[in-house]
């Protein structure tokens, strides 16, 4: 898919700014960008990050692959175009939520460095988060709870990443979790430490009742 930019419009700088929206929401906002093949934990991981930060009374919110893929990109398909502009237009929805004041979780497979870049370099250096949820594609394989790598393994669905389509590891992630060997509630550790050890959230325990 080609896009053509337009030459019409010009950037309304808004007289309440992210740090305005920060300083209310008493905590810095960034991207945390969950990328890992189907299956391997992204949402899982994500929406359980999320749970844990609401509990702590952080703002939040959690962009999933599945459920843009119903409204803003329903027009796309899994080509390797349509991946391209699929992950072109989440990043731009993610910088402007971020200027909210809002830490935005984003599961995607986003199988492309270059793209995974391209959506890095829309942000000030700190403000995007890579994490890597690493897993094997035979444990991806034997989880598929949607049938979706069976269904590609019969041809059924083109362009699978992981099948035939090829998926790029990120090679110098902020985070790397094992999704494979760690318990879900490890690997929402290792991230909300990883927040806090980059001052983006303060350390502070969650209450008796939000386990």
């Known amino acids: 898919m080609t896009t053509t930019k337009s030459t019409n419009t010009v950037w309304h700088h ?3 700014t992210r740090a305005d929206r920060e300083k209310l929401h008493q905590h810095k906002s960034v991207i945390i960008w969950f990328t890992g093949l189907s299956g391997s934990g992204k949402s899982t991981l994500a929406h359980a990050v999320e749970d844990y930060l609401h509990k702590m009374g952080i703002s ?14 329903s ?4 080509s390797d175009d349509d991946r391209v502009e699929n992950i072109r237009r989440i990043g731009e929805v993610a910088k402007l939520i971020i200027e909210s004041g ?4 984003t599961a ?12 890095r370099s829309l942000v000030p250096h700190g403000d995007f988060i890579e994490i890597y949820c690493q897993c094997p594609i035979e444990t991806c394989e034997k989880r598929d709870v949607k049938g979706l790598y069976k269904k590609a393994r019969a041809g059924e669905i083109p362009f699978f990443t992981g099948i035939d389509s090829p998926y ?8 790397a979790v094992n999704t494979h060997d760690q318990s879900l509630a490890e690997s ?23 386990d």
């Open 108 to 119: 995607f497979i986003s199988p492309f460095k270059s793209d995974r870049n391209a959506a």
């Open 14 to 16: 808004a007289t309440i």
């Open 75 to 78: 027009d796309l398909t899994f």
């Open 102 to 105: 809002v830490i935005t979780l």
């Open 188 to 210: 929402v550790r290792c991230v909300i430490n990883l927040l806090i050890d980059r001052g983006i959230i303060k350390d502070t325990p969650l209450p008796d009742d939000a």
């Open 168 to 175: 790029e590891a990120p090679e110098k992630p902020e985070l």
């Open 60 to 73: 939040t919110f959690v962009l999933d692959g599945d459920n843009v893929r119903h409204g803003l990109c």
